[in-house]
Structures are given as structure tokens and as C-alpha cells.
């Protein structure tokens, strides 16, 4: 391991530390506390075995055996409830780690760039989140009391032996530096193994997830073999670092069991002679003995503890990886601090304070997601105040990019997104964000009712106001339709509902915040033509005045657009309004017709028809 890699090792400590352990130190003394007091009556209980052996066995039947076995009562009661108080405060420590850990994970994720999960797979993060933060935690609830508890009732038990006869325990403790001297090449060795078999875990539940999530597609492609050949090649992986780990602790077990045995034989050798001689009593010689089993039992208990302890190791650098990835779009260091508690600073207000976005301009705009693939090169966009822009092209030729950079889920590589007159950047994250209506092809919903899910739009929305939002985009219909209605549980990611009637919900939540910016992606393509035709006449009350951008497949839906835009490859190509692009007869007038003949034939063909 060079420098470097120390320092960072260190510094990962440090981190962990200061962020998570020390807020518990209390709770951290209070369990120390007891675990110490547990380690010496632990030690003790032995001891008592050479006092009675020594004095109470010559005496016969005259000991007070009364006193003896209350005595042991005591000690073996304190030695319970002890044991079971240090377990009690480990569990709780352990679960507060695993709790802060997860929040600080959590926190973390919603602020990262969506730059970051192009990259990153969602699987691996669950991994990361949920089994890493288990590990660390787990084992500085239940592993770390135990190397204390162990490291004190070793000490104790040398002291106590060189006390009793310190020849005899020197030469017993011969063996002990040699055990230790084995442990720790071992533990290295299985470190090493270990991050492998991590690693190859989370890969392992990033296919699983990949392969539950994506199983209609994986089948609808007949991809199934292929898939089923790129996990077994993982779980192939899996197995052979796994089965190595458990090799090296295999093989490192009889070597140390091997190193205490012969301990016990030094310690029967002299000893033996010892109490021959005189020199030492039977008590102390069994006491010694038991003693000497027991420390490099013990000894063996703290290098296997302490072993274990590595993947918490582990654990924590990918942790840490992920708390420490940088969040590359976040509002700077001036604006953080204009803004500190509340994003509406008075600060940062636009238009003297009635903060109404009045003019939105895209200038000389570069943008590419990968460096050697340029999508926007000096895109130009100037929207006026309340107009609703159309954006439409063939795929791929970037639409949803500009509305991504409209949105500030992505930052211009180069130029500037002004509001007012002033870059985006200067205002904060916040501010920017909840005053855009933002409604995607692929909505989310959250787990809750179908009430609950539109009031995100507006937590102080009453009933009335959820339904008229459903009402514009035309939802209520089918909600009111549903057995529970605006009660209708939607399921974990609003799986129980259709994709359309996704849309129209997440639709509903947009309307209901009354954002001054509307963007809609593709945002009624999963709805039937004739459904998306009677959205887009409930919206045109709320485009009214408001500015608003609108991707749509279907041109029919944007056929009133203030301003149409036909992209391609990153440059609007042709714009104006329908009329005007339809009299200029060339691309966007040449794509309609070639849409409108394909709803004809449909038509003929007595499918649905939605053009008109
Ligand atoms: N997250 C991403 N990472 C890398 N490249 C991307 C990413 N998203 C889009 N691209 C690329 O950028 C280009 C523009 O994509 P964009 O999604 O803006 O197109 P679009 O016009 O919205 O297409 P569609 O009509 O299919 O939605 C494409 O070449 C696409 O491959
Ligand atoms: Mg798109």
C-alpha cells in the first residue's frame, strides 16, 4: 500500500468518526462502561475455580459452600445481565449508524447530477446504500464492543497469570506472538478477497434488478440466453472469490488452533514440575491452565473478530465514495449564502421582487453528454413572456436536451441560460426549480393515494382545487371511476396504474403547483390520441399566459404553439407558427403530412383516430 492510499485510509477514518461515531460517544462510553465491568467479572469467574480447589477441597466438608455459591450466583447473575445490557446498547448503536448513514446516502442521491445516474447503475446504489451501511454498522454495533471486551479480558488475564507465577506465564505467552504474527498476514489476505466479493455482490443484485426490472424487454427481445449468460458470468465471479475467502479462513484456523495447543503443553511441562516441587499450588497450576486455553482462545475470538471487522473496512470506502461524489450541478458558494434558509431571498429576487420570469433566453448554447459528441453547438432561443413553444423533430435530435438544460437537470457546457437577463446560476437551484412545472414521458409517482400523489404539486391544496387540477388535464374522469377513487392506493412507483393514467396524474401535480414555467417532454404520449386530444383543450386555459414548452410526437397536439421549432441534430431549423411552417412547405409541414396520412390510413383501417 503506498502513501496515499494510507493518507485516504485515514482520512476515511476520520470521516466515519466524526460523522457518525462521534454523536454517539455517549452512548459509545456507556457501553464501554459495561463491557469493561463484564470482561473482569468474566476473568474472575475463572479465578474462583483455583480458590476453591486450594481452599475449600482440603477442608471437607467444612467450607462454607453456602457463601461460595452465592458468591457464584452473584457473579454469574452480573455477568448476564451485563452481557445482555452491552448487547442491548451495540444493537442500538448499530441501528442509529445505519440510520444516519442511509439519510446522509438518501440526501445525497437526490442532489447528485443526473449526469451521475448516466453513469451509475441503480442497482449497485441500492447495494451500496443498504448492504454497506448494514456492514458498517452491524459490526460497530456487535464487533467493536467485543474486540474491547476482548482486548480487556486478555489484558486482565495476563496480568493475572504474570501475578500468579510469572515464569510459568512467560514461557506459556511464547506461543501467543506467533498466532498474532499468523492472524495478521491472514487478515490481510482476506481483506483483500473480501472487497472482491463485495464488489461482486452489488454487481450481482445491480443484474437481478436489471433483470426484474427489464424482464418484459429482455423476453420481448428474446435476449433471455444472452442475459442469463452475462449473469452467470457474474455469479461465476462470485463463487470463485467467495470460495478463495473461505479457503484462506479455512486454512487459517488449524494453524492457530495449532499454536495454542502448544501453549497448554509448555505451560504442563514447567507447571508440572512447579507444583511437584512446591513451588505452585494444583489451583493456580488449573487456574493457569484454564487460563491459558482461554487466552489464546480468546486471542483467536479477537483475531477472527478483528478479521471480520475488515469488511466494515470495506464497507465504509465505497460508502464514502458515494457521500463524497461531488454534486456537480449545485447552486455556488455566493448564492448559498444569499440564499441560506429561504430560496425566495429578497436577494436573489427577479423582477424587483415580484420574481415573475418574464423573458427566457437560450445564448450561444454548447452542450454534449459525452466530450467527443457534441448535441447543442451555439443554440439560440429567445421566448417571450407567456408564449408556448412546440419543440418537434425526428429522435434524437435533441428536444428533451433543451428542455433538461431549461430545467437545470443538466449546465450548459458553454454559453448562458438567461432569465431576465440574468444566467440561471445566479439564482439558486431552489428557486429555479419550483417555479418550473416539470412533466416527463417516464413519470414517477410515489407510494400513496392518488390525492396525495397530485397535492405534491401543492402540500396546502384543498380537495377542490386537487380535483379542478384533474379536471384540466382531464383525469378526474378516470379517477372517479377507480372503486376508491382519489383514494386509490397507486402501488411503489404507481405500478398499479396504466401508463397513461400515470401521466395524467403526474400531469395533474404539475398544473396543481401553478408553476410560471410549463415543460412538458413527451408528456401525454402514453394516452390515447382522443385523450390527448381533450388534455390539450382543458390546457389551453393554463397555457394562457404562461410560458410554456411542449415536446409532443403527435404534431396535432401542438398545432396551436405560438411558436414551433423544427430541431434537428441540435438546430432549429425551421420555426413559427403551424400556418406559417406549414406554408413554408419543407420539413415540418413534409413530417405533418407524413403523420396525417398515417392517421388517415388508421382511419380507414376503423382504428382510433386523433387528428384532426
Ligand atoms: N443521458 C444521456 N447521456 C448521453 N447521451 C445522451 C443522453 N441523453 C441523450 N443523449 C444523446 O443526446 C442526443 C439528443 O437526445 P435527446 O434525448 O435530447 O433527443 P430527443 O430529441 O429528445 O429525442 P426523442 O424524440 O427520442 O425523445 C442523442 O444523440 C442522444 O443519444
Ligand atoms: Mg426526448
Redesign the pocket.
Same mark, same amino acid.
Given at each position: 500500500m503506498n502513501r496515499t492510499e494510507k493518507a485516504t485510509k485515514r482520512e476515511i477514518g476520520r470521516y466515519f468518526i466524526r460523522r457518525y461515531l462521534m454523536p454517539l460517544k455517549h452512548l459509545f462510553a456507556l457501553m464501554f462502561a459495561f463491557q469493561l465491568v463484564f470482561a473482569t467479572f468474566d476473568a474472575v469467574y475463572f479465578a474462583i475455580n483455583g480458590y476453591v480447589i486450594d481452599n475449600f477441597i482440603p477442608m471437607g466438608g467444612e467450607a462454607d459452600y453456602i457463601s461460595l455459591a452465592i458468591f457464584y450466583f452473584a457473579v454469574v447473575l452480573t455477568i448476564s445481565v451485563f452481557c445482555r445490557i452491552t448487547i442491548t446498547l451495540g444493537t442500538v448503536i448499530a441501528q442509529e449508524i445505519m440510520y444516519r448513514i442511509r439519510e446522509d446516502a438518501f440526501d445525497h442521491l437526490q442532489k447528485l447530477s443526473?449526469?451521475y445516474y448516466?453513469q451509475n447503475s441503480v442497482g449497485d446504489l441500492l447495494a451500496r446504500i443498504t448492504t454497506d451501511a448494514k456492514t458498517y454498522a452491524q459490526i460497530i454495533g456487535s464487533h467493536l464492543p467485543r474486540v474491547l471486551y476482548l482486548g480487556s479480558f486478555v489484558l486482565g488475564v495476563v496480568f493475572y497469570m504474570l501475578y500468579l507465577n510469572w515464569k510459568i506465564a512467560l514461557i506459556i505467552f511464547t506461543a501467543i506472538p506467533f498466532s498474532v504474527f499468523l492472524a495478521v498476514v491472514f487478515q490481510k489476505k482476506i481483506l483483500a478477497v473480501s472487497r472482491h466479493v463485495m464488489a461482486c455482490n452489488s454487481k450481482l443484485t445491480a443484474a437481478y434488478n436489471e433483470g426484474i426490472m427489464g424482464v418484459q424487454t429482455i423476453r420481448s427481445l428474446a435476449k433471455e440466453e444472452e442475459f442469463i449468460q452475462k449473469f452467470d458470468k457474474i455469479a461465476d465471479e462470485t463463487f470463485v472469490y467467495s470460495k478463495r475467502s473461505l479457503m484462506y479462513v479455512a486454512t487459517y484456523l488449524p494453524f492457530i488452533i495449532a499454536s495454542t495447543g502448544f501453549g497448554s503443553g509448555l505451560l504442563l511441562w514447567f507447571g508440572g514440575e512447579d507444583v511437584l516441587v512446591g513451588v505452585m499450588s494444583i489451583g493456580t497450576l488449573i487456574v493457569m491452565n484454564i487460563y491459558s486455553r482461554f487466552l489464546s482462545e480468546q486471542i483467536l475470538f479477537l483475531a477472527r473478530t478483528i478479521g471480520e471487522m475488515q469488511p466494515a473496512q470495506a464497507s465504509k470506502e465505497r460508502l464514502y465514495q458515494l457521500l463524497k461524489t461531488t454534486v456537480a450541478i449545485k447552486d455556488s458558494l455566493e448564492i448559498e449564502e444569499k440564499v441560506k434558509n429561504d430560496y425566495q431571498s429578497p436577494e436573489l429576487a427577479i423582477d424587483g421582487g415580484v420574481n415573475k420570469i418574464s423573458e427566457l433566453e437560450f445564448k450561444n448554447i454548447d452542450f454534449y453528454?459525452?466530450e467527443e +459528441?457534441p448535441?447543442l453547438t451555439n443554440f439560440n432561443l429567445k421566448v417571450l413572456p407567456g408564449q408556448t413553444i412546440a419543440?418537434v423533430?425526428?429522435?434524437?435530435?435533441?428536444?428533451?436536451?433543451?428542455v433538461?438544460l431549461l430545467c437545470r437537470f443538466y449546465e450548459p457546457t458553454a454559453g448562458e441560460i438567461l432569465l431576465n437577463g440574468v444566467d440561471y446560476r445566479q439564482r439558486s437551484l431552489e428557486w429555479l426549480q419550483s417555479n418550473l412545472g416539470i412533466v416527463l414521458?417516464t413519470p414517477f409517482l410515489f407510494s400513496g393515494t392518488i390525492r396525495e400523489n397530485i397535492r405534491y404539486g401543492d402540500p396546502e391544496a384543498s380537495d377542490e382545487k386537487v380535483m379542478e387540477a384533474s379536471k384540466v388535464v382531464n383525469a378526474h374522469d378516470f379517477i372517479i371511476h377507480l372503486e376508491k377513487g382519489y383514494d386509490t392506493e397507486v402501488g411503489e412507483g404507481g405500478g398499479q396504474l396504466s401508463s397513461g393514467q400515470k401521466q395524467l396524474i403526474s400531469f395533474a401535480r404539475a398544473i396543481l403547483a401553478n408553476p410560471q414555467v410549463l415543460v412538458m417532454? +413527451?408528456a401525454t404520449s402514453s394516452v390515447d390520441p382522443e385523450t390527448e386530444h381533450l388534455i390539450h383543450e382543458g390546457l389551453q386555459k393554463v397555457l394562457k399566459n404562461r410560458t410554456s414548452f411542449i415536446?409532443a410526437?403527435r404534431l396535432s397536439t401542438i398545432r396551436r404553439a405560438d411558436r414551433i421549432l423544427f430541431?434537428n441534430q441540435?438546430i432549429i431549423e425551421e420555426q413559427g407558427s403551424h400556418e406559417e411552417l406549414m406554408s413554408l412547405g419543407e420539413k415540418y409541414r413534409e413530417l405533418y403530412e407524413k403523420q396525417f396520412m398515417h392517421y388517415k390510413e388508421q382511419e380507414i383501417l376503423g382504428r382510433s383516430v386523433g387528428f384532426n
Open positions: 443526473f449526469s448516466d453528454y459525452k +459528441e448535441v419543440l423533430g425526428e429522435t434524437g435530435a435533441g428536444k428533451s436536451t433543451i433538461s414521458q417532454d +413527451e415536446i410526437h430541431i441540435g
